[in-house]
T-cell receptor, first 112, second 111 residues
């Protein structure tokens, strides 16, 4: 099994630019999560989908952040416009049934 | 909502010693408690989990204990090795909520 696949692994962008992070969950998993990790706040849940439908987006920091899941094998997290305080590692994770969540390797975002 | 506190934030041990990381949670409805290990530059990986119908679970050098009355659970690593050095996260959830993570413990095992 390939695991959760994220791209890009690393991105450096200028303030004001649009950033799109991509995720392919584990095949057969019906829940998908986007987390943000920073030293100050630890692991924060931004949004999660169940069967491609957004269930809880209360963790999305503001309107500059949006997430979509057009089908069971693909999701995007978009930041527009990006700001330096958005610099973090963004993790995608997926789950089927139960409670075991499997994480991807993360997308390291730096906004300068 | 759920609140998970994790201690200590950093832990240094000598190779061969034991390491213990403790977590407390607030929601009495929580019934699933996983532990994740995150190595530098990688995503968190599940290493062991426990559900509320058991008090202890072991997997080789790793064990987790759960005290539902006191709402705390702990990770025990015996005979630590340098490759155990990483950040460890505890988490808690009920059947109706997503995982809430602790802030993490950086474990450093010195040869």
């Amino acid at each position: 099994d390939a695991g959760v696949i994220q791209s890009p692994r690393h991105e450096v962008t200028e303030m004001g630019q649009e950033v799109t992070l991509r995720c392919k969950p584990i095949s057969g998993h019906n829940s998908l999560f986007w987390y943000r990790q920073t030293m100050m706040r630890g692991l924060e849940l931004l949004i999660y989908f169940n069967n491609n439908v957004p269930i809880d987006d209360s963790g999305m920091p503001e309107d500059r952040f949006s997430a979509k899941m057009p089908n069971a094998s693909f999701s995007t997290l978009k930041i527009q416009p990006s700001e330096p305080r958005d610099s973090a590692v963004y993790f995608c994770a997926s789950m089927v049934g139960g409670n075991t969540i499997y994480f991807g390797e993360g997308s390291w975002l730096t906004v300068v | 909502g759920e609140n998970v506190e994790q201690h200590p934030s950093t832990l240094s041990v000598q190779e061969g010693d034991s390491a213990v990381i403790k977590c407390t949670y607030s929601d009495s409805a929580s019934n699933y408690f996983p532990w994740y290990k995150q190595e530098l530059g990688k995503g968190p990986q599940l290493i062991i989990d426990i559900r509320s119908n058991v008090g202890e679970k072991k997997d080789q050098r790793i064990a987790v204990t759960l005290n539902k009355t006191a709402k705390h659970f702990s990770l025990h690593i015996t005979e630590t090795q340098p490759e155990d050095s990483a950040v460890y996260f505890c988490a808690a959830s009920s059947g109706y909520s997503t995982l809430t993570f602790g802030k993490g413990t950086m474990l450093l095992v010195s040869p």
